[in-house]
């Protein structure tokens, strides 16, 4: 099964404050808006968003169809794939994609220890 790209999605309580501090330790923005409340930042491969008033906890995020760059590779599983792997498996969704849509579309699932887990595709 392919995720796609990984990174973690932050709950930030001030986007300026956090873009600071994450500059400081090295991340570039390479996506996003100030005026949208999020930003998307990257250091070497280590890829966070910073999303302000948005959602109450951190996420983990998958992006399938995505490389770290958040660019489109031709080798991918699409997220309805995806879905239908983890529910064989017998892993609960909190919100489920429709499996017969195509595109984007995003699911969510909680690990056992209540981190919420967003599978997001964008094409």
């Known amino acids: 099964m392919k995720l796609g790209a990984f990174s973690v999605s932050l709950n930030v309580k001030d986007i300026e404050v956090s873009k600071k ?15 949208q409340n999020y930003l998307i930042m990257k250091n070497q491969n280590a890829v966070i968003g910073l999303f302000q008033g948005m959602f109450d906890k951190n996420i983990l995020t998958f992006n ?15 997220i309805r794939k995806v879905q239908k792997e983890l529910k064989a498996n017998g892993i609960t969704l909190e919100k489920e ?18 981190n919420f887990i967003l599978i997001d595709q964008h094409i």
């Open 21 to 35: 501090f994450y500059l400081n330790l090295g991340f570039k923005v390479i996506g996003g808006s100030m005026e």
């Open 64 to 78: 399938p169809g995505w490389d770290a760059n958040g660019e489109t590779v031709k080798d991918f599983d699409d």
């Open 97 to 114: 994609v429709n499996e017969d849509t195509t595109g984007p579309a995003n699911f969510i699932l909680t690990d056992p220890d209540g």
